[in-house]
């Protein structure tokens, strides 16, 4: 690739420095050109026309290069274009727009001579009406269309097999990082922009750490993997503070309260939910093939982060969950007698198996009252119990029994946790039933419970 000479650079740096450009994106400006300048002299374009620049962006569509990079590089050459216009003498010789000097040669090259080379190659700038389909203006400060942002980062999430939840969560904020830049173009973002925002949300709205850290990572992925660009270090971010969180924790005879207050299937989910110490997402998608009666195992497939794991099903649970199984036999029967479409399936599992949907081993095993209606394909599924339903329950149920706590869905998972450890079981075993990557989330629990463990520091030969 040819090289442009380190004076113009400079030069050509200041110039885009002053026309707006990023430092963290000047880079990218500069080998755009150097881009341009390699194809004029490998295809025999003429530099500074409209005929080069065209061709240029046609190669760049060719390369499949993402829209984002092609209007980059369009801004970039027609910078370049301007900035040689206005100042062709400020340059000095070894490779000129192209063109190779002999640099064994003793003759200095004056400032004229470098005047008259450029002025040669470009008396103005063109004026340039519609390159290949780009964007006859130049990238926008505000205002701009961030439509194909949102759908590669759908497409982008989805190749990847992330959860429907991080698609939502990722989206909105990214839309509000839209709305806090004012809809500027994608290829004029920056890490400032990143950390203004992040700023902005700690000092002006108050976030918790926990959300200034899920805006961090949803814009580190956007970056990333969406608009190429890498992210750099972060430095200079106003954080905000991460305050000590102890979760809230019922007593069993509570649990029981809420419990006796709850109807059927609420009632069950929630029990299943404190004796296996599961997710809300986790008990609401059981299918009929998660459960091993013989053995006494209920395996979670994909739970949070994609794990698998497998807990024990309560003793005390058995005939109520057998109970429920025979309902949703029974259900499946006579949704197949109606000839209905089977039940929405994982990735690409429906494809794969055409029957799969419609098979007893898939059904729900908490599954919705109504069917729900695919627009796309005019096809009627089930879906399972929605959690909206279950926490509208759950939050009845806790009124009507006075509780004085905060009370989720998530509580149950808390106090399954919390009661295991008073019970004296290993730390460890619990992280292992809870699906956590780390023992340190775990170690969260310690917090909520009274330690019963001996301090004093004693020989194990005086036991």
Aim: aromatic share 10%.
């Amino acid at each position: 690739m040819l090289q442009i000479p380190a004076p113009l650079i400079r030069q050509f740096t200041t110039f885009i420095s002053q026309k707006g450009i990023t430092s963290q994106n000047q880079n990218y400006y500069l080998k755009w050109v150097r881009f341009y300048l390699d194809f004029c002299l490998k295809y025999n374009f003429k530099q500074g026309t409209d005929k080069s620049l065209v061709a240029f962006a046609k190669k760049l569509q060719q390369k499949k290069q993402p829209l984002f990079l092609q209007k980059q590089a369009e801004q970039a050459v027609r910078l370049y274009f301007e900035f040689i216009a206005s100042s062709p003498s400020q340059t000095e010789d070894t490779h000129i727009a192209g063109k190779s000097l002999n640099s064994n040669t003793n003759t200095t090259t004056t400032e004229n001579s470098i005047s008259q080379e450029y002025n040669g190659l470009y008396t103005q700038p063109p004026q340039i009406k519609e390159i290949a389909g780009l964007s006859e203006d130049l990238p926008k400060t505000s205002g701009a269309d961030w439509t194909k942002i949102f759908e590669e980062l759908k497409n982008t999430i989805s190749v990847r097999h992330y959860s429907p939840a991080t698609l939502k969560t990722y989206s909105g904020w990214v839309r509000k990082f839209q709305a806090y830049t004012k809809s500027k173009d994608a290829i004029l973002l920056s890490v400032d922009d990143v950390k203004s925002f992040l700023s902005w949300l700690a000092v002006e709205k108050g976030v918790a750490a926990s959300t200034q850290n899920q805006a961090f990572n949803a814009l580190l992925f956007l970056f990333r993997h969406v608009l190429g660009k890498e992210f750099g270090k972060v430095d200079g971010v106003v954080r905000a503070k991460r305050k000590p969180y102890i979760p809230v924790v019922l007593t069993r005879e509570e649990i029981n309260l809420v419990i006796s207050r709850l109807n059927l299937p609420y009632r069950l989910i929630i029990s299943l939910m404190y004796g296996c110490g599961l997710r809300i997402s986790e008990c609401l998608s059981l299918r009929v093939n998660n459960f091993n009666f013989d053995m006494k195992i209920l395996t979670i497939h994909d739970g949070k982060g994609k794990k698998d794991r497998t807990v024990p099903i309560p003793d005390t649970l058995l005939s109520q969950l057998k109970a429920q199984l025979d309902r949703v036999i029974e259900l499946h029967e006579k949704d197949c007698r109606t000839g209905y479409n089977g039940v929405f399936l994982p990735g690409q599992l429906e494809k794969k198996y055409k029957n799969a949907a419609r098979e007893l081993i898939w059904q729900w095993f908490f599954p919705a009252k109504g069917l729900t209606m695919v627009a796309k394909s005019n096809e009627q599924k089930r879906y399972h119990v929605h959690k909206s339903a279950l926490q509208k329950a759950l939050r009845t149920a806790v009124k009507k029994v006075k509780i004085p706590k905060r009370v989720t869905s998530h509580t149950f998972r808390h106090s399954f946790a919390s009661h295991l450890l008073q019970a004296n079981y290993d730390i460890r075993t619990i992280q292992e039933l809870l699906g956590h990557s780390d023992v340190r989330t775990t170690m969260i629990y310690t917090h909520t419970v009274k330690s019963v463990t001996l301090k004093e520091a004693k020989s194990p030969l005086d036991f």
